[in-house]
Nanobody, 115 residues
Framework: QVQLVESGGGLVQPGGSLRLSCAAP????????MGWYRQAPGKQRELVAT???????NYADSVKGRFTISRDNAKNTVYLQMNSLKPEDTAVYYC?????????WGQGTQVTVSS
């Protein structure tokens, strides 16, 4: 059983910042594209950002310019820095590790943006 351990969610006011972290087993992390997805109540899970082992990144249009994904290969950890948060960013955020044909998910961490 592969465990992705997430942390960093919470309650923040609009315009604020949060940083999410996700630690993965080294054998998975080093060969996987890592990503963050989110699911708001009543909506489907959607891509937020991904980062390949090469360092190349991809972002959803809704978060471009506000969120930054990065990975620390020495710590086997991927981060999501979220700035200028909006109420519509409220969701459960899930870490993902993808190494086809396998994909692994974290347990999710709640992010709530509200005044």
């Amino acid at each position: 059983q592969v465990q992705l351990v997430e942390s960093g969610g919470g309650l923040v006011q609009p315009g604020g910042s949060l940083r999410l972290s996700c630690a993965a087993p080294e054998r998975i992390f080093r060969i996987s594209a890592m990503g963050w997805y989110r699911q708001a109540p009543g909506k489907q899970r959607e891509l937020v950002a991904t980062i390949r082992s090469s360092g190349s990144t991809n972002y959803a249009d809704s978060v471009k310019g506000r969120f930054t994904i990065s990975r620390d290969n020495a710590k086997n950890t991927v981060y999501l820095q979220m700035n200028s948060l909006k109420p519509e960013d409220t969701a459960v955020y899930y870490c993902n590790a993808a190494t086809p044909p396998y994909t692994y998910w974290g347990q999710g961490t709640q992010v709530t943006v509200s005044s």
